[in-house]
């Protein structure tokens, strides 16, 4: 008991330095101020990330039964997004972006005078708190806006329609969104870590990760290192949830944990999506 009270004890001290996080941090103020300063980085750091994420996973559904290895981990198999799928979604993720993250960019690049950088980087532990922080916050805030969406038709036909034109989801279809959500969403990503009071290297650290499990929830394949498989007691979705919610469209609301479903009911694994088949 002893021996397991020390390693927590070290792991706690570990993590709560202050001089872990320090040289990335200093790397960052002091070679690249002008950079990480203005109002364009966070969006240009959000975008460039999202294109990355998906990547590797539109070369799995671009090789297809090339990679049997890979398509074992298909969620639904026999659905596999075709070249126009694929070419509409990446359509209207440029024109959301050459029309509405453009602009925005600029607008906010004119109005906002460029942030000033603290000496200090965050704790560890500090970082790693604000970004779970953040991901329940924004949970919570999406939740409520997703289920609202559903429940109420012209909110959906309006607005949230187009990102449930394909029920086998795959990760161009994660920005495959009517420009209001769009805008929504990138409002609470940019909000919550103000609320939060959170470092601005645990802000992007936020942005980043958001951006990666949003990919990974749209993804199309359940793999051993996914997010909800490393996260025990069922507590995050992941890419398994989000495609029942895409299959059976009035469960599943929250984007990445499962709480806010069980406890208003609208909880359902994959087993149910099969059962109801």
Known sequence: MAFADNTM???TNYLGQNSLLQPLWDTLRLNYRDYVRSPLFP?????????????????CDI???????VQQFKIQPSH???ASTLLH????????HVFLVLPASVAQWLWRPPVDLPDQAPKLLELIAGVIGNLLLFDFQYFIWHLLHHR??????????????????????????????????????TLNPVILKSHLLTTWAFMIVHVYVSVE????YDFPWSTSRLIPFGMYG????HDVHHQKPNTNFAPHFSHWDRIFGTHADFSFCNAMK
Not at 43 to 59: E, G
Not at 163 to 178: E, R
């Open 9 to 11: 004890d070290t792991w």
């Open 43 to 59: 969006i240009v750091l959000t975008v460039s990330s999202y294109f990355i994420f998906c990547i590797p996973y539109l070369a």
């Open 63 to 69: 090789m297809g039964n090339r990679w049997p290895w």
């Open 80 to 82: 596999r997004p075709t």
């Open 89 to 96: 979604c990446a359509g209207v993720t440029l024109y959301n």
């Open 152 to 189: 109420i038709r012209w909110l959906y036909v309006t607005f949230h329609a187009i990102h449930h034109k394909y029920s086998s989801p795959f990760a161009l279809a994660t920005q495959c969104l009517g420009g209001w959500e769009l805008v929504t969403v990138g409002f609470w990503t």
């Open 217 to 220: 929830d749209h993804c199309g």
């Open 238 to 241: 992941g890419p398994s949830k």
